[in-house]
């Protein structure tokens, strides 16, 4: 059954909003990166902005630049370390086993033995 409610389902303010109650938007122009694989992604920036000299690569993720030609090389990355990895790090071998023995002896002393 329709009754006469003209603005049922739509909510206060919805509807097309155009420039006149935007605003107008700046003036824009199109930048084109090239990433080393040789993915063109085209942002676009504000005409007056500075312009950034890399930008990552929403294909691949690599860094591009402006420069078709000659495009930066990829990002080294470590690989993941595990925590004993950090520890070898920054302790030695005679270290750990100093470490080692001396909470044994702790322990032994706990438990009353020797």
């Known amino acids: 059954m329709a009754t006469g409610n003209a603005i049922r ?3 206060v303010g919805s509807g ?4 006149s109650e935007r605003g107008e938007s700046a003036a824009r122009i199109l930048v084109s990166f090239w ?11 504000a005409h007056d902005a500075e312009l950034p000299t890399t930008w ?4 691949c993720g690599l860094p591009a630049n402006t420069d078709m030609k000659n495009p930066p090389p990829a990002r080294r990355t470590e690989p993941y370390k595990t925590h004993l ?4 790090e ?3 071998d005679a270290d750990g086993e100093a470490l080692l023995e001396e909470a044994l002896a702790k ?5 009353g033995e020797n």
């Open 9 to 11: 389902g739509t909510r």
């Open 16 to 19: 097309p909003m155009g420039e």
């Open 35 to 45: 990433c080393s694989n040789g993915h063109e992604t085209t942002p676009s920036f």
């Open 56 to 59: 990552d690569c929403p294909r």
């Open 85 to 88: 990895a950090y520890v070898k």
């Open 90 to 92: 920054r302790r030695s």
């Open 107 to 111: 322990l032994r002393a706990r438990r």
